[in-house]
């Protein structure tokens, strides 16, 4: 018996509009991706503030302290008592000079962290030659909620 | 003349394997680094090094507003009290309506807003929050445009109590 070869077609799917969503995708998370979170810590939640506005961009690169809810200080990607800045600070300013007592130190306290130790840590600061402070805080959009976790 | 029809033209086939697989990879990258990047912005405070000596302060120096931020145990607001005097429970935004009253409508270097400041008095155990919201209603507030009004500018802290224990 003659068998007769079924002739199959190869079906190919259209990749076209699975491709142009993917680029599409990849369009937009290039674009609204930032790298320079370099200030950000995990660990820290900021407070929310309704009236704080971005920061403009300046040259100088400040010194950033992150103050976690358990009252430890984090500078430089190290987690240090409070107490133990004074010395983190003056190893910092003798590495980089001493023009660094002229930069911003920039507080980003957790929320729930003690006020107390934010004061702590500015006296610290300013034993060392530190006058410039700036306390910083998340953009809150106005009747967002009070303060939800 | 005969014109030659090429009908046996062969159909080139790109691969499109190796780009998909490239492509997939880089999204997955991104949705991987991915972060909703919200706003952040900072509130200059006046920390200068030498610190007022306690007493009388010279006569043309205005004293500054003292905004009291009284803590329970566990951290959290229970008073605010301006000038050792009026006292706003938790509310913030009466504590703005006072700066709003006191800086009246003057604007200019020398103007209330200008050259007038609060001094924080808080709590060792505060939770920094209530902080960040006593400067939030001390310093600015928003007018119908959304747009931040500045009311006092310098604040500062007062010196750190010891934790009690």
């Known amino acids: 018996m003659k068998i007769k070869k079924k002739q199959t077609d190869q079906t190919e799917a259209d990749l076209t509009p699975m491709i142009d969503m993917v680029f599409q995708l990849i369009a937009f998370?290039?674009?609204?991706?930032?790298?320079?979170?370099?200030?950000?810590?995990?660990?820290?939640?900021l407070p929310k503030s309704e009236t704080v506005r971005p920061t403009e961009k300046s040259d100088e690169v400040p010194l950033v302290i992150h103050l976690t809810k358990e009252g430890r200080a984090i500078f430089g990607g190290r987690e240090v008592e409070v107490d133990d800045m004074a010395n983190r600070l003056r190893n910092h300013i003798d590495v980089k000079g001493e023009e660094t007592r002229r930069l911003p130190v920039i507080i980003r306290g957790h929320r729930h962290a003690e006020t107390g130790k934010v004061q702590d840590l500015i006296k610290i600061c300013q034993d060392?030659?530190?006058?410039?402070?700036?306390l910083r805080?998340?953009?809150?959009?106005?009747?967002?909620?009070?303060?939800g976790d | 003349m005969k014109i030659r029809h090429n009908d046996n033209q062969e159909k080139i086939e790109l691969q499109m394997t190796p780009m998909i697989d490239i492509v997939f990879q880089l999204l997955i990258f991104f949705i991987m680094t991915f972060k909703i990047a919200v706003p952040e912005g900072d509130f200059n405070i006046n920390?200068?090094?030498?610190?007022?000596s306690e007493g009388v302060p010279p006569l043309d120096e205005v004293p500054p507003i003292r905004v009291r931020?009284?803590?329970?145990?566990?951290?959290?607001l229970?008073?605010?009290?301006?000038?050792?005097?009026?006292s706003y429970g938790t509310n913030f935004e009466g504590l703005r309506n006072f700066v709003i009253k006191y800086v009246g409508h003057e604007t200019g270097p020398s103007s209330a807003r200008?050259?007038?400041?609060?001094?924080?008095v808080c709590d060792y155990g505060l939770h920094y929050q209530h902080v960040i919201d006593a400067v939030?209603?001390?310093?600015?507030?928003?007018?119908?445009?959304?747009?931040?009004?500045?009311l006092m500018k310098k604040i500062k802290f007062s010196p750190p109590k010891k934790k009690a224990t």
């Open chain 1, 29 to 45: 998370f290039m674009l609204v991706i930032t790298f320079n979170d370099n200030e950000q810590h995990e660990k820290i939640v």
């Open chain 1, 128 to 134: 060392q030659g530190l006058e410039k402070f700036a």
């Open chain 1, 137 to 147: 805080a998340k953009a809150k959009v106005r009747n967002q909620g009070a303060t």
């Open chain 2, 47 to 52: 920390m200068p090094i030498s610190a007022p």
């Open chain 2, 69 to 76: 931020l009284t803590a329970n145990a566990s951290g959290e």
């Open chain 2, 78 to 86: 229970i008073d605010i009290r301006v000038n050792d005097a009026t």
């Open chain 2, 114 to 120: 200008e050259s007038g400041e609060v001094e924080l």
């Open chain 2, 136 to 150: 939030t209603h001390c310093s600015g507030t928003l007018d119908e445009d959304n747009n931040t009004v500045q």
